[in-house]
């Protein structure tokens, strides 16, 4: 099932409702060659603080509850397996070739078709690439964000892509310390921050046009303003869930 969703400066996109239950959202029109799936918190089992569908397993929730998220989560992206790191708010980007566990990095690469690669989020910035002939998924906080990952990993992916910024805190929402603005003001432009509050996408899409990227679609969801779809860790303390981002080569 498709729905609309009411996006404020966002490209275009639509809330969708899997057979299993699980509820996404995806760029609309979809990129060709690919699929991108950003999860939403809707549609899953486990209980408050966690509901419905979180995907980690150490926040505190119950392990059965994200088993079947993730089972679910599994049966919106067709049955595919998934390639994953444990995320460490750095800029490694590794090169996968299967549905695998691929280690401590923030971001993934693959040219292969069958699996989807995936990240967790609570605020951070789930942003997907799609070439014409590979994927990469990345996790991108204020430290990646720093780090330089995204464009590392577009780099990484060696042909031109397309940037899809999934729903994250927003500069509306994610203030920080002076120093923290000051840092990014200095590296970006002064742009990137209002005050204390500071834009994570609008720093990312600098860096991804340093790197050559010129096709950049910011969904314009924010983590912080809607609590009824998104996890956030600012918002919400630590008792939150995580959604799952993921991006797929389409089959054929």
Known sequence: MRQEISL????????????????????????????????TRLGGVSDPPYDSLNVSKVVGDGGEAVAENLRRIQEAMGGQLSAWVKQVAGDGVVRVSEAVFAGEADALVTDEHGFSLVVAVADCVPVALVGERGVGMVHSGWRGTLAGVAAKAAQEMGEPVQAYIGPSIRGCCYEVSEELARTFAGRFRK???????????????????????????????????????FYSHRKQGPLTGRNLAAVARASG
């Open 191 to 229: 742009e990137v921050v209002s005050g204390r509050y500071l834009s994570l996408q609008a720093a990312i899409r600098i860096n991804l046009r340093e790197a050559g990227v010129r096709e950049i679609h910011d969904l314009g969801l924010c983590s912080g303003c809607r609590p009824d779809l």
């Open 8 to 39: 404020t400066d966002g490209a275009p996109a639509a809330l969708r409702t899997a057979a299993g239950g699980a509820v996404f959202v995806s760029p609309e029109p979809e990129p060709p060659g690919a699929k991108v799936w950003f999860f």
